[in-house]
T-cell receptor, first 114, second 115 residues
């Protein structure tokens, strides 16, 4: 089956620093999504990308859908304590029609040191 | 507020019993819902696609007789873990896609502990 390689696995940064994480796939996805999950809760959608090459921002978050449709990155600028959590990339074969399940990356655990 | 709601959020049961987890779409009608399983410190793994009015589609390696899925209405899908064993202990999460936009929403998750 498809696999998503997400890196880094964990990040220890200082408050105020920028963060960058990425996902690569062995196959093409038509939709890339980035989620954040807090302990004991379901994932919350941060950014959805539907078009190859698309660059989308949501506040301090910026994500891009790679032109090959096999990769995506997420940047967080000027990190703050509430950014702590686990970030997952997810790929979807469909084009946002809601009919396909997601393939998730293994997650990036973001830890912010005061 | 929550768009997709799961119940119960936590359940503890004895080995051999069956447990039902509900997933409700509160804001829209969902013909398709998805069930995921997540082990501690691991990623989410798709278990099955729940289709309203028809049989669920299970991912490879997921026992359909073990994890019974019923999607009887456009706003409710249930996952029943039958004859639960300790190795079934996990965090189960459902999601539903908003029909027009395709935006996927996740439930809060249900933590199952089998003693």
């Amino acid at each position: 089956g498809q696999q998503l390689n997400q890196s880094p696995q964990s990040m220890f940064i200082q408050e105020g620093e920028d963060v960058s994480m990425n996902c690569t796939s062995s196959s093409i996805f038509n939709t890339w999504l980035w989620y954040k999950q807090d302990p004991g809760e379901g994932p919350v959608l941060l950014i959805a990308l539907y078009k190859a090459g698309e660059l989308t921002s949501n506040g301090r978050l910026t994500a891009q859908f790679g032109t090959t449709r096999k990769d995506s990155f997420l940047n967080i600028s000027a990190s703050i304590p509430s950014d702590v959590g686990i970030y997952f990339c997810a790929g979807q074969l469909g084009s946002g029609g809601g009919a396909d399940g997601l393939t998730f990356g293994k997650g990036t655990h973001l830890i912010i040191q005061p | 507020g929550a768009v997709v709601s799961q119940h119960p959020s936590r359940v503890i049961c004895k080995s051999g019993t069956s447990v039902k987890i509900e997933c409700r779409s509160l804001d829209f009608q969902a013909t398709t819902m998805f069930w995921y399983r997540q082990f501690p410190k691991k990623s989410l793994m798709l278990m099955a696609t729940s289709n309203e009015g028809s049989k669920a589609t299970y991912e490879q390696g997921v026992e359909k007789d073990k994890f019974l899925i019923n999607h009887a209405s456009l706003t409710l899908s249930t996952l029943t873990v039958t004859s639960a064993h300790p190795e079934d202990s996990s965090f189960y999460i459902c999601s539903a896609g908003r029909p027009n936009t395709g935006e996927l929403f996740f439930g809060e998750g249900s933590r199952l502990t089998v003693l």
